[in-house]
């Protein structure tokens, strides 16, 4: 389980890929330690597939 936003950026920053069941998506995403994180975001993807959170810059790519 991620607890600290710093352990969820480490994990997510670099690139996730994000599953069309997934959708709609948000960041935090589902499973992870909320309580002490940034409110629910929902991404938005460009064109391309990708997206990114505008609260700690995590980012995302549909898969």
């Known amino acids: 389980m991620i607890d ?3 352990e969820f ?3 997510h920053v670099s690139h996730s890929t994000v599953e069309d069941k997934d959708l709609p998506f948000h960041c935090p ?3 992870a ?3 002490n994180m940034h409110p629910k975001v929902f991404i938005k993807f460009d064109k391309d597939g990708k997206g990114s959170c505008p609260y700690c810059s995590a980012s ?3 898969g």
Do not use: S
């Open 29 to 31: 995403p589902r499973g």
């Open 60 to 62: 995302y790519e549909l």
């Open 4 to 6: 600290t936003v710093d």
């Open 33 to 35: 330690n909320k309580w």
């Open 9 to 11: 950026q480490q994990k």
